[in-house]
């Protein structure tokens, strides 16, 4: 546990004209019909706001409403009370402006991997009489070098490229999963433990990758994982969800949310700093004592001074 605060520098956050929302969810609650009880709460008095940009990761014991937030921004799931909105519009439906890496990705068998990750582009951009023009062909080329150049970022090699997802590991799926996702080049991107399946070398280059394509584009991601450095890692805000307790009545799920002051670091020397570590620490214990229903006493203090929301 930290008990010493640092002063830390805040983050230099950009001028109010510049700073856009994309993802705002206000008031949001989700239940679920339950076999014991009438409903169960999952999400209560969620209040989050997005700037466009920003490397949101999400933290938070299995069960607490991780991968329900995210797909209450895909336009997947709709919220029991309050509202989401993404770009300025409530989301509805389906939107092509969010990227998905779902936590149980399916890759269609019957498509080689190419044809996996080109399905979602081939899709938008041509429809049947799109083949009829001649610069189609001459798009489809293009599109596929850059779905290879994708894949090789994941660490696939040319001659996976052309194997059925039958023929891949459980991790290269995975890969093949995010780099269907990159290709759209969506705006919002939402990852549901995208590393999971992953050894730690392959997980550690695919991070420096994915750090490298969010400071190329700058896409709004969001991030969720079991893993605390991989967090304080990736991210500029942390957000730490809690789980609603069964029998006791409804409460906020945001434990903490929080700006990662060691984002302003290079990547490469971020997980050696000493600030990193304790704020590790701090999370890390955080999170054990949300899941440990402990919650209610009185929090650590926090090592970063000023910029715990
Ligand atoms: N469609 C549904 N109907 C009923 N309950 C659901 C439904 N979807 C999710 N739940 C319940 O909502 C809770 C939160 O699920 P969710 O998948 O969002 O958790 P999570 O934080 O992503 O967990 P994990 O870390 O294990 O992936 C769980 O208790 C789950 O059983
Ligand atoms: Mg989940």
Not at 5 to 15: F, M, S, Y
Not at 24 to 33: F, S, T
Not at 272 to 298: G, I, P, T, W
Request: include cysteine; charged fraction near 25%.
């Amino acid at each position: 546990m930290v008990s010493a605060a640092l002063k830390l520098e805040p983050i230099p956050a950009a001028a109010p004209s510049e700073r856009r929302t994309e993802i705002m969810l206000r008031d949001v609650a989700v239940e679920y019909p339950s076999e014991r009880r009438a409903k169960k709460t999952i999400l209560a008095d969620i209040n989050l706001e997005i700037a466009a940009g920003e490397f949101v990761v999400i933290l938070g014991e299995t069960g607490c409403g991780k991968s329900t937030l995210l797909r209450l921004i895909l336009g997947q799931e709709f919220p029991t009370a309050g509202s989401v909105i993404v770009d300025g519009k409530a989301v509805t439906h389906i939107d092509a402006r969010c990227g998905y890496v779902p936590q149980k990705y399916s890759l269609f068998p019957d498509r080689t991997v190419l044809g996996n990750v080109l399905y979602g582009p081939e899709n938008a951009r041509s429809r049947f009489l799109g083949r009829l023009q001649p610069s189609f062909y001459r798009e489809r080329r293009a599109l596929c070098h850059e779905a290879e150049s994708y894949l090789k970022r994941m660490g696939l090699q040319p001659q996976d490229f052309n194997k059925y997802p039958h023929q891949l590991s459980g991790g290269m799926q995975q890969r093949v999963a995010i780099a269907q996702a990159l290709l759209m080049k969506p705006p919002v991107l939402l990852m549901d433990e995208a590393f999971s399946a992953l050894d730690p070398s392959t997980r550690s280059s695919l991070q420096e990758q994915l750090h490298r394509i969010w400071t190329e584009s700058r896409p709004t991601v969001i991030f969720v994982t079991h893993n605390t450095a991989e967090a304080l890692l990736m991210g500029t805000r942390l957000i730490l969800l809690g789980r609603q307790r069964e029998g006791s009545s409804a409460r906020k799920n945001l434990l903490l949310d929080m700006e990662i002051p060691t984002a302003r670091l290079p990547f490469a020397a971020r997980k050696k700093n000493s600030e990193f570590q304790q704020l590790q620490e701090y999370v890390a214990d955080l999170a054990h004592r949300s899941s440990s229903m402990c919650v209610d006493e009185e929090p650590a203090e926090s090592p970063v001074e000023g910029n715990l929301r």
